[in-house]
């Protein structure tokens, strides 16, 4: 079969985001899968469009439970104690441990 045959077989829906996305690859049990199937079946939306929403309510839900005066640059300051005075000045000194030029 000429490429071009098969070419014109593809039953593939190929879709262009114009969104910043990812692809990425993600195992899911069975059940979980058969379940989303059956809703994109009955017209709830694309598989990927219920997965994403998925996503949504989790990161949602664990942000919610986070403290409101959470702040991880704060809370990582001071973490390191000691260490060079003049680190931020001869940063590429300590990190690629090269002699320090002016």
């Known amino acids: 079969m000429s490429d071009l045959n098969r070419l014109s077989l593809d039953?593939?829906?190929?879709?262009?985001?114009?969104?910043n996305m990812i692809r990425t690859q993600v195992y899911i049990p069975d059940d979980?899968?058969?379940?989303?199937?059956?809703m994109t079946a009955m017209g709830h939306g694309t598989f990927s469009e219920l997965f994403r929403e998925g996503i949504d309510e989790v990161i949602k839900k664990k942000r919610a439970k986070q403290p409101?005066?959470?702040?991880?640059l704060k809370d990582f300051a001071g973490i390191l104690k000691g260490g060079p005075k003049d680190l931020s000045k001869n940063m590429d000194y300590y990190l690629y441990d090269e002699p320090y030029q002016k």
């Open 11 to 19: 039953n593939i829906r190929h879709t262009t985001y114009t969104l």
């Open 68 to 72: 409101k005066d959470f702040d991880a």
């Open 32 to 38: 979980k899968y058969n379940e989303l199937q059956l």
